[in-house]
């Protein structure tokens, strides 16, 4: 039983490109959505995280939008860099008190020169 | 001055055999995680302390035993290893039960053969 579903499993992008990283959930009572980066042999980073109360949230290049009706969320990277070539998850959870992360199935990013 | 470590980073058994993987974090954090990341990438929860207390146990078998000694450290101990159990296995901390920005240590590459 999926309960964060991501999309796509792999993404080439060219360098300065956006990438756009897609994920839906059921669980109508998850509040918190976050988005981790995993270099290879390293484990997973928080990148940038977004509550429900906002459609979208940038932090420097990287922006998530927001849409609470669809139970969608995506992330964006502006002006894409081949560092930035990674795994990227998408989680969410059900609540503040609630510590249990639920992880879309991620996906291998390639920014190529 | 790795926030959250774990050893070893390699782990290679033979089936049957019993393993240990040691966690600790020195961020002063009141919550540790145990995830594991099988072969396609898939990150899940096994279990989750909160100042020594087992909070979570997801539908893991009991041959797997974490052990916290104290809040800085999480240990898991695997008894009659199995093939499937062959995965790349992550400990994590967040601040406290509630916060759910995780940190992750760099990963245990568990193979059984």
């Known amino acids: 039983q999926q309960q964060v579903k991501q999309s796509p499993q792999s993404l080439i992008v060219q360098k300065g490109g956006i990438p756009i990283i897609n994920c839906a959930y059921e669980n109508t009572a998850f509040d918190y959505f976050p988005w981790y980066q995993q270099f290879p042999g390293k484990g997973p980073a928080l990148l940038i995280a977004i509550r429900p109360d906002v459609s979208e949230k940038k932090e420097g290049r990287f922006t998530i939008s927001f849409n609470k009706s669809a139970k969608q969320f995506s992330l964006h990277i502006m002006d894409s860099q081949p560092g930035d070539s990674a795994t990227y998850f998408c989680?969410?959870?059900?609540?503040?008190?609630?510590?249990?992360?639920?992880f879309g199935t991620g996906t291998r990013l390639t920014i190529i020169p | 001055d790795t926030a959250v470590s774990q050893t070893p980073k390699y782990l290679v058994t033979q089936m049957g055999n019993d393993k240990s993987i040691k966690c600790e974090q020195n961020?002063?954090?009141?919550?540790m995680y145990w995830y594991k990341q099988d072969s396609k990438k898939f990150l899940k929860i096994m279990f989750s302390?909160?100042?020594?207390?087992?909070?979570i146990n997801e539908t893991v078998p009991n041959r797997f035993s974490p052990k916290s000694p104290d809040k800085a450290h999480l240990n898991l101990h695997i008894n009659s290893l199995e093939l499937g159990d062959s995965a790349v296995y992550f400990c994590a901390s967040s601040l406290r039960q509630g916060n759910t920005e995780a940190f992750f240590g760099q990963g245990t590459r568990l193979t059984v053969v």
């Open positions: 989680a969410a959870s059900e609540d503040f008190g609630n510590e249990k992360l639920t």
């Open positions: 302390y909160n100042n020594k207390e087992l909070i």
């Open positions: 961020l002063g954090h009141d919550t």
